[in-house]
Nanobody, 124 residues
Framework: QVQLVESGGGLVQAGDSLRLSCAAS????????MGWFRQAPGKEREFVAA????????YYADSVKGRFTISRDNAKNTVYLQMNSLKPEDTAVYYC?????????????????WGQGTQVTVSS
C-alpha cells in the first residue's frame, strides 16, 4: 500500500509561485509513475502533470505547460510540483497520485493511490 501526503498549498496572488510536495511511504517513488491532478469547485478533477519512473519523461496539461514543473527526489521519496506565474484559474485542490503501471496516464482512473489534497488559492 502506498500513502501520499501533499503539502505546500496556500493563498497567493496572481503571478506568484508555490511549490507543492508529495511525500510517499510504503513504496519508493522510483517504482511508480507519479502525477498531479487538480479539482476546482463545481468542476471535474483534471490532469496537471506526470513524471515517469525514471524521471526522464514528463507530461503536462496545455493549461500549465511552461509554468509548472514536476520533479522527483528519490532520496527523499518525494515528488514536487513547482508552480510559477500562477493565475486565478489555477485555484483548486491539488492531488498527488501514483500509478503502478509503467506507461504515464493523464486520466484519473489510471492512478491507484491518491493523497488527501492541498488547497491552492490564487487571488487576482
Amino acid at each position: 500500500q502506498v500513502q501520499l501526503v501533499e503539502s505546500g498549498g496556500g493563498l497567493v496572488q496572481a503571478g506568484d509561485s508555490l511549490r507543492l510536495s508529495c511525500a510517499a511511504s510504503g513504496r519508493t517513488v522510483s517504482s511508480l509513475v507519479m502525477g498531479w491532478f487538480r479539482q476546482a469547485p463545481g468542476k471535474e478533477r483534471e490532469f496537471v502533470a506526470a513524471i515517469s519512473r525514471s524521471g526522464y519523461n514528463t507530461y503536462y496539461a496545455d493549461s500549465v505547460k511552461g509554468r509548472f514543473t514536476i520533479s522527483r527526489d528519490n532520496a527523499k521519496n518525494t515528488v514536487y510540483l513547482q508552480m510559477n506565474s500562477l493565475k486565478p484559474e489555477d485555484t483548486a485542490v491539488y492531488y498527488c497520485a501514483a500509478r503502478n503501471r509503467i506507461v504515464m496516464d493523464t486520466t484519473s482512473t489510471g492512478y491507484d493511490y491518491w493523497g488527501q489534497g492541498t488547497q491552492v488559492t490564487v487571488s487576482s
